[in-house]
Structure formats: structure tokens, C-alpha cells
């Protein structure tokens, strides 16, 4: 049987991923949010457009992001007051890839509606509706920023001088 050598973060890899890509995700989602905004306001379909593609990439990696937040999190050393974050972390993780997934769906529906009012010279507009949703979708990346925030700068999650500790017997 193979044994998975871990280095100093207890990881099979240098780094984590997780936080790499989650950050990517992250500016995605915001900077769609953004164009959306603007372009509602502004009346400019090229913003929207890029909305909507930032918005697709988004809903592809978040689930690259989810898969690789899943693997780190069964390396991490978990101890008693990490799990209540861990496992609301979690929980929110796979709520937003849902989220996103739907929305993404939705912002199709919208942009395609736009592309053919667009042809008929008849521009179309975001709903304020997808923007209170959007608006939602934001405030709750930002809850789930600060959870992750809390997992690596609090619990010290993969961070080298925790995962030596608990490797010595010394529990956080």
C-alpha cells in the first residue's frame, strides 16, 4: 500500500490549492457583480456581457475549489474548536457552488434575452431582481471569506507551526 508523504503543511503538495483558487472564484464573483452593476446603470450590454462570462468561469472553478477545499480539509488536523467553523465552512462551500451554478443558469436566460433584443435593436436590461440576488450571492462570499479567513488565521489550519504542534502532541 502507498503511503501519502505529507510535507510540513500536512499536505501531498506544496502548497494548499484551495485558497488559490478560492481567491480566483472570489474576484470572479465580485468583478461580475460589479460589471452587472455598472452596465445596469449605464446601459452598457459590453459590461454586462463580461459580467456574465466572469460569472461562468466563476461557476466552473468554484466546484475545482470545493473539490480541493474537501481534500485539504480531510489533511488538516482537525481539533474540537475548529470543527463548528469547519463544518459551517463546509456547508457554505457547497451552498455557493449551488448558488453560483443557478445563478450563472439564470444569467444565461438573461443574456440571451439581451443578445436577441439586441439584434431587434431593442436593448434589454438585468432584471432588478437577478441584482438583489447578486446582491445576496455577494454578501454571502463575503461570510464565507471571513469563515475561511477564520479556518487559516485563527485555527491555523496547514499553517507549518500547527501542524508541527499537534505532530509533537501539543494541542492548539
Same mark, same amino acid.
Given at each position: =500500500? $502507498?503511503? @501519502? /508523504?505529507? !510535507?510540513?503543511?500536512?499536505? *501531498?503538495?506544496?502548497?494548499?490549492?484551495? *485558497?488559490?483558487?478560492?481567491?480566483?472564484?472570489?474576484? =470572479?464573483?465580485?468583478?461580475?457583480?460589479?460589471?452587472?452593476?455598472?452596465?445596469?446603470?449605464?446601459?452598457?450590454?459590453? &459590461? @454586462?456581457?463580461?459580467?456574465?462570462? !466572469? =460569472?461562468?468561469?466563476?461557476?466552473?472553478?468554484?466546484?475545482?475549489?470545493?473539490?480541493?477545499? /474537501?481534500?485539504?480539509?480531510?489533511?488538516? !488536523?482537525?481539533?474540537?474548536?475548529? /470543527?463548528?467553523?469547519?463544518?459551517?465552512?463546509?456547508?457554505? #462551500?457547497?451552498?455557493? #457552488?449551488?448558488?453560483?451554478?443557478?445563478?450563472?443558469?439564470?444569467?444565461?436566460?438573461?443574456?440571451?434575452?439581451?443578445?436577441?433584443?439586441?439584434?431587434?435593436?431593442?436593448? @434589454?436590461?438585468?432584471?432588478?431582481?437577478? $441584482?438583489?440576488?447578486?446582491?445576496? $450571492?455577494?454578501? &454571502?462570499?463575503?461570510? /464565507?471569506?471571513? $469563515?475561511?479567513?477564520? @479556518?487559516?488565521?485563527?485555527?491555523?489550519?496547514?499553517?507549518?507551526?500547527?501542524?508541527?504542534?499537534?505532530?509533537?502532541?501539543?494541542? *492548539?
Amino acid at each position: =500500500m $502507498l503511503a @501519502l /508523504q505529507l !510535507n510540513s503543511e500536512n499536505l *501531498p503538495y506544496p502548497d494548499p490549492i484551495h *485558497p488559490i483558487i478560492v481567491h480566483f472564484v472570489i474576484a =470572479m464573483v465580485l468583478f461580475s457583480f460589479f460589471c452587472d452593476v455598472v452596465g445596469y446603470f449605464a446601459h452598457n450590454v459590453r &459590461l @454586462l456581457e463580461v459580467g456574465f462570462w !466572469n =460569472m461562468f468561469v466563476a461557476a466552473i472553478a468554484i466546484f475545482v475549489a470545493i473539490i480541493f477545499g /474537501q481534500l485539504e480539509a480531510g489533511l488538516a !488536523n482537525i481539533y474540537p474548536a475548529v /470543527q463548528p467553523t469547519l463544518n459551517f465552512h463546509t456547508v457554505m #462551500g457547497w451552498s455557493l #457552488g449551488a448558488m453560483v451554478a443557478a445563478i450563472t443558469a439564470w444569467r444565461f436566460v438573461i443574456r440571451d434575452r439581451l443578445l436577441r433584443s439586441k439584434r431587434d435593436r431593442n436593448p @434589454l436590461k438585468l432584471s432588478p431582481a437577478y $441584482l438583489g440576488v447578486a446582491t445576496f $450571492l455577494v454578501c &454571502l462570499v463575503l461570510l /464565507q471569506v471571513y $469563515l475561511g479567513s477564520k @479556518l487559516f488565521w485563527v485555527y491555523g489550519l496547514h499553517v507549518e507551526p500547527v501542524v508541527e504542534a499537534m505532530r509533537q502532541g501539543i494541542s *492548539p
